[in-house]
């Protein structure tokens, strides 16, 4: 087993998860309601601004407590902001908030 975390501290200023879990039931769910297509607009979105797994990596996970049938759920780390209800189409939008239009605020801005 090796620590890696000064490593990755180092490397990274942000890591956003997106919620892929897909259950069968009734009650919704993000694998169910695009959450591929939004891991995928995330990733063409950071690589456009070569920001992917430079600055920011992209991660799926399980549930992350939001489910909606309007969209998937995305937390962003170490910033610890929460979304939900995020379609393919807000993915630009999201971003651009949380890292600039370039990708150049990868730092969280609330950070001193």
């Avoid at 956003?16 to 297509?37: K, L, P």
């Avoid at 630009?92 to 950070?111: I, K, N, Q, V, Y």
């Amino acid at each position: 087993m090796n620590e890696r975390t000064e490593r990755q501290r180092e490397r990274l200023d942000a890591h956003v998860f997106v919620c892929t879990n897909a259950r069968e039931s009734a009650h919704a769910s993000c694998g169910t309601v695009g959450a591929e297509e939004t891991v995928a607009a995330v990733k063409d979105w950071l690589r456009e601004r070569d920001a992917f797994w430079t600055a920011v990596s992209v991660g799926t996970t399980s549930c992350l407590g939001l489910c909606s049938e309007d969209g998937v759920a995305i937390t962003i780390q170490p910033r610890n902001t929460w979304y939900s209800d995020v379609t393919p189409e807000d993915v630009p939008e999201l971003l651009a908030s949380e890292f600039g239009p370039t990708a150049d605020r990868t730092d969280d801005p609330d950070d001193p």
